[in-house]
C-alpha cells in the first residue's frame, strides 16, 4: 500500500529527532535533507541506463545501510557514497558525515547515523513506487522539511527558504502559467536559496522551461541543486556565488545575460551589498539611468539588478520590504526613475510576519519591460490582513492567494482592497508608493447614534447600510421593522430580540434564496462525484483538486451575500487535511478497501523492540463508521440503545451516591464505606446480615449492588457486540466491490463533509444578520430618561430596604 503523504512527513520529520541537541535546526537540516535525496536518486534512478542522475556502484542509499554499526560509519559515508555522488553529479558542499562537534564521538556518532539511516529503510519510503507522476510528492515533502527547517532555524538562519504560498502568488502575477512557453524559455533567480521560489515558477508553466540560479552560501546552494533534482529538473543550473559582485550568468562579451523572467527573494536591507561591487563603474550597467543605491541598504541594488537581467519583453517580482515603497534620499530618487520608465506593473502589501528572517511587513514588486512606455499607472493591492495564524509565523491561507493572483491578473478594484493608480496621482505624492496613500483598507467605525440613545428606535441608517440583505430579501426589512413614529429616520423593531433569527429563517424569500443556495452546491456536487468517481489508477491529484476547486470557485461566481472564497477555502481545507492522503491511496493503488493491523511497538533505552501490542486494525480510505453507517446500522443502533441503558444505570448509581453518601451519623447507607465497590457492599451485608435495626441499610446496599450488577453485565453485553461488529467489519470489507467503495468514499466521506463545511457558510449569513440586527436593538432599547428613570426607582428601593433596616439614608 501507498504511503500517505501526510505519513511520509512525519516519517521524515521525525528522522530530526536523530539529530537535535548536537545542532542547530539549520545545521542538521543538511544531513536530513542529503539522506533523503541519496534514498531518493537510489531508488529511482540506480541501475538506469542514461538517468539524469549517476549513482556511481558502491555509492547507493543500499551501500549506505551495509555501513550501519560500523565504527567508521562517519568517515566511510564521506568517503564511499558522499564523494562518489558529489563528483559523479557536480554537487558542491556537502555535509561532512564524520564531524564529532554536530554528530557525537565514538559509540554516540555511530548510533546516530545508523538511526537515521533505519529511519529512511523503512519500507514505506519506497520512492519508487510511491510516486505518482506529475505529483512531486517527494518535492513536497523536501518543501515541509525546509518550512520546518526555517521555522526552527531563527532570525539570522531561516532566510534559505521563501515560503511556498508567496512563492506560488508571484509564479502566477508574471503571468508564466498563460504564456505560450517552451524548453527556451528562461527563468532566473539571483539570490535562489534553496530553489524553492524557482520550483513554484516552474511549476505554474506549461511546459519545461530552463532554470537558472546563484547563491551566495555554498551549503544552501548544494541543497538547492538537490531540490531541482527531487523535483524531476536535473537540467537547472545552479551556481554558487556573491550575485551583486560576481554575477556569474554572463554572455561571452561579460555583459548580464537576460532572462524571460527573473524571481527574487533577497535579504532584506542589505547592509553589506556593497562588498565587491564596483559602484561607480558597474561593468554590467546595473546602475545607469537610475543611481546607486545607499551604502547600508542594498533593496535597490537587487532590484535594479533583476531590471537589468530581463529581456526587453521580460516579466519579474521581487520581494522587498515596505521601505523600498516611501524611503526618501537616494532611493526616492531611483524610485522616481523605476516608475517614470513605467517599469513597476503592480505592487501587493503582504501580510506582516510571514518570512522566516524577519517580522517586518514586506511586498511583492511586479515588472514589466512589455509595453512599459504606454504604462500609465500601477496596479496596488493592500493584502495585509488576509492570513492565518501558524505558530509564530503568520500564513497566507489558500483563499489569500487566489485571490490576490485573481485580482491582480484581472486588474479588478475592490474598495478597501485594490485599486489602479494612475502616475498623476503617484507624482501628486511626490512618487511615494506606500500602499495606505491610495488604498484605504481600514475598517469602517460603527458609530453610536446620540438622538437614538436619548429617544430609542434604531437608526434607519445602520439598517440601510444592511442592503446586501434587502437586496436578496426586499420585504424582510419591513417584516423586522417599522417606521419609527417620531422619525422618518428612525426604524422599530416589530419582533422580540429572540424571534430576529426564526424570522429571518421563516421569511419566505431568505428561505428561497438558501434553496437557491443549496441548489447551487447541488450542480457542483452532482458534477464532482462524476468526476472523482472516475477517477482511475495514476490519476494527478494536484490536477484533481485544481479542477474541483476551480469548478467549485466559477459556480459561486457573483452569489450574493457569500464570498466564494470563504467557500473555496473549507474546500481546500479538506483536501489538506483528509482527502489529499485519500487521493494518492487510490492514485497508488486503485479504488481498494485496504484494511492493516495497528501495531504499536514498546522499545528498550538501546531502541530496540522488546515487544508489540495489537492495537485493533483499521483502513485509511474507508473509516469503519462510515460502513457501520451505511451496512450495520442496525447492529450499531442495538449498541447505542445499550449505551443508553448503562448510562442510566450510571446516572441512577450517581444519584444513589449523591442521596446515601452523607455522614455516617446521619444515615448515609453508604458514607460508612471505604470505597464505594462490590466487595465493600458484600462485606458491609454479612456484617449487619443479622441486625433487624439495619434492615433499611441493608435495602439500599442490595439495591445499589443490584445497580451495579446491571452496570457490570451492561459494559460486557457492550463489550461483546462491539466485538462482534468489528469481526463483521473485518470479514465485510474485503467484499466490498469498486462501486460500493466509491460510494463510500465520494459520496458518505468526501462530498458529505465538504456539503456540511459549505454549508456553515451559509448559517453564518443569517447569524451575522440576526447579531447585528440584535446588536443595534440591545443598543438603543433603552433610552436614556428610561434609564435614568429605572436609577430612581432602584435608588428608592434600595433607601427603602436600608430605612426597614434601621439606616437613616438621606
Excluded at 557514497?81 to 556537502?94: D, F, G, R, V, Y
Excluded at 547515523?113 to 529511519?119: D, H, R, S, V
Excluded at 494536484?542 to 459561486?556: D, N, V
Amino acid at each position: 500500500m501507498a504511503i500517505k503523504k501526510s505519513e511520509l512527513y512525519s516519517s521524515l520529520w521525525s528522522s530530526c529527532d536523530e539529530l537535535r541537541g548536537g545542532m542547530d535546526a539549520s545545521q542538521y537540516k543538511d544531513y536530513v535533507l542529503v539522506m533523503l535525496f541519496i534514498k531518493y536518486v537510489s531508488d529511482k534512478y540506480a541501475g538506469q541506463p542514461f538517468a539524469p542522475i549517476t549513482i556511481p556502484p558502491g555509492a547507493s542509499f543500499k551501500d549506505m545501510v551495509t555501513l550501519k554499526g560500523k565504527p567508521t560509519i562517519g568517515d566511510d559515508i564521506n568517503k564511499t557514497i558522499i564523494a562518489p555522488l558529489a563528483n559523479a553529479n557536480k554537487l558542491s558542499s556537502m555535509p561532512d558525515f564524520n564531524d564529532p562537534e554536530k554528530l557525537g564521538s565514538g559509540k554516540d556518532m555511530v548510533d546516530r547515523l545508523t538511526n537515521l539511516i533505519a529511519i529512511f529503510e523503512n519500507k514505506a519510503l519506497d520512492f519508487s513506487k510511491n510516486r505518482a507522476e506529475g505529483d512531486d510528492i517527494l518535492g513536497d515533502a523536501y518543501e515541509y522539511l525546509m518550512r520546518h527547517f526555517a521555522t526552527e532555524s531563527g532570525k539570522s538562519k531561516g532566510q534559505f527558504y521563501t515560503p511556498a504560498e508567496v512563492s506560488r502568488i508571484m509564479a502566477r502575477i508574471i503571468g508564466i502559467d498563460q504564456a505560450a512557453t517552451t524548453a527556451s524559455t528562461t527563468v532566473y533567480d539571483p539570490t535562489c536559496g534553496s530553489g524553492s521560489l524557482l520550483l513554484k515558477v516552474s511549476d505554474a508553466a506549461k511546459t519545461k522551461v530552463s532554470l537558472y540560479g546563484q547563491e551566495k552560501d555554498a551549503a544552501t546552494s548544494g541543497l538547492a541543486r538537490m531540490n531541482m533534482i527531487l523535483h524531476d529538473n536535473p537540467g537547472a543550473e545552479i551556481k554558487q556565488g556573491n550575485t551583486l559582485a560576481n554575477p556569474l550568468f554572463l554572455y561571452e562579451q561579460g555583459s548580464l545575460k537576460t532572462f524571460d523572467y527573473v524571481v527574487a527573494n533577497p535579504p532584506f536591507s542589505d547592509k553589506r551589498w556593497g562588498n565587491g561591487v564596483d559602484t561607480g563603474n558597474d561593468p554590467y550597467r546595473r546602475f545607469e539611468d537610475f543611481g546607486i543605491p545607499p551604502d547600508k541598504n542594498g533593496d535597490y541594488a537587487y532590484l535594479l539588478h533583476i531590471i537589468r537581467s530581463l529581456k526587453s519583453h521580460g516579466k519579474g517580482a521581487c520581494i522587498l520590504p515596505h521601505g523600498v515603497l516611501f524611503r526618501g534620499n537616494v532611493e526616492a530618487a531611483i524610485r522616481e526613475a523605476i516608475i517614470r520608465k513605467g517599469l513597476i506593473k503592480g505592487i501587493i502589501g503582504l501580510p506582516a510576519n510571514l518570512f522566516y528572517g524577519t517580522s517586518i511587513p514586506a511586498c511583492i514588486i511586479v515588472i514589466d519591460k512589455e509595453n512599459a512606455q504606454n504604462r500609465k499607472g500601477i496596479f496596488m493591492i493592500d493584502a495585509g490582513k488576509g492570513f492565518m495564524k501558524d505558530g509564530n509565523k503568520n500564513r497566507l491561507r489558500e483563499m489569500d492567494i487566489h485571490k490576490i493572483v485573481d485580482v491582480f491578473n484581472k486588474q479588478t478594484e475592490i474598495a478597501g482592497y485594490s485599486r489602479i493608480v494612475p502616475f498623476y496621482e503617484i507624482e501628486k505624492n511626490e512618487f511615494n508608493l506606500n500602499i495606505p496613500r491610495y488604498i484605504d483598507s481600514s475598517e469602517s467605525e460603527d458609530l453610536q447614534d446620540i438622538e437614538a440613545h436619548l429617544l430609542g428606535d434604531i437608526p434607519k441608517a445602520d439598517i440601510d447600510a444592511l442592503h446586501e440583505y434587502w437586496d436578496v430579501c426586499p420585504t424582510l426589512k419591513s417584516a423586522l421593522f417599522a417606521h419609527a413614529k417620531r422619525s422618518s429616520d428612525y426604524l422599530s423593531l416589530k419582533v422580540g430580540k429572540d424571534a430576529i433569527k426564526p424570522t429571518i429563517f421563516q421569511h419566505a424569500e431568505f428561505a428561497g434564496y438558501m434553496a437557491d443556495m443549496n441548489r447551487v452546491f447541488g450542480q457542483w456536487e452532482n458534477a464532482t462525484t462524476a468526476l472523482l468517481k472516475a477517477l482511475q489508477p495514476g490519476f494527478h491529484p494536484k490536477e484533481i483538486i485544481h479542477s474541483i476547486s476551480e469548478a467549485l470557485l466559477a459556480t459561486y461566481q457573483g452569489r450574493a451575500l457569500i464570498d466564494r472564497y470563504d467557500v473555496y477555502q473549507h474546500l481546500m481545507n479538506y483536501w489538506f487535511d483528509v482527502m489529499q492522503d485519500d487521493c494518492y491511496l487510490i492514485a497508488a493503488d486503485g479504488w481498494q478497501a485496504a484494511t492493516y493491523r495497528i501495531v504499536e511497538e514498546k522499545k528498550t533505552k538501546d531502541g530496540q523492540v522488546s515487544k508489540t501490542i495489537d492495537k485493533g486494525w483499521a483502513c485509511d480510505l474507508i473509516p469503519k463508521a462510515l460502513v457501520i453507517d451505511r451496512y450495520f446500522a442496525a447492529q450499531q443502533q442495538a449498541i447505542d440503545q445499550l449505551n443508553i441503558e448503562l448510562e442510566t444505570v450510571q446516572n441512577r448509581l450517581a444519584e444513589m451516591e449523591e442521596e446515601h453518601g452523607g455522614n455516617a451519623d446521619e444515615g448515609g447507607a453508604l458514607a460508612a464505606l471505604e470505597k464505594i465497590n462490590k466487595a465493600n457492599i458484600t462485606a458491609r451485608l454479612k456484617e449487619i446480615k443479622n441486625d433487624p435495626d439495619s434492615s433499611d441499610e441493608a435495602a439500599i446496599l442490595k439495591q445499589y449492588l443490584h445497580l451495579l450488577e446491571q452496570e457490570a453485565t451492561s459494559k460486557r453485553a457492550i463489550a461483546n457486540a462491539e466485538i462482534a461488529l468489528d469481526a463483521e467489519l473485518l470479514a465485510f470489507y474485503p467484499t466490498l466491490i469498486q462501486d460500493q467503495i466509491k460510494q463510500l468514499v465520494v459520496d458518505d466521506k468526501w462530498i458529505a463533509a465538504i456539503g456540511r463545511d459549505i454549508h456553515t457558510e451559509m448559517d453564518r449569513i443569517s447569524q451575522r444578520l440576526a447579531q447585528r440586527i440584535k446588536e443595534l436593538a440591545e443598543r438603543y432599547e433603552t433610552p436614556l430618561p428610561q434609564q435614568n428613570q429605572q436609577v430612581v426607582e432602584l435608588e428608592q428601593a434600595v433607601n427603602a430596604h436600608l430605612e426597614k433596616m434601621g439606616f437613616a439614608w438621606n
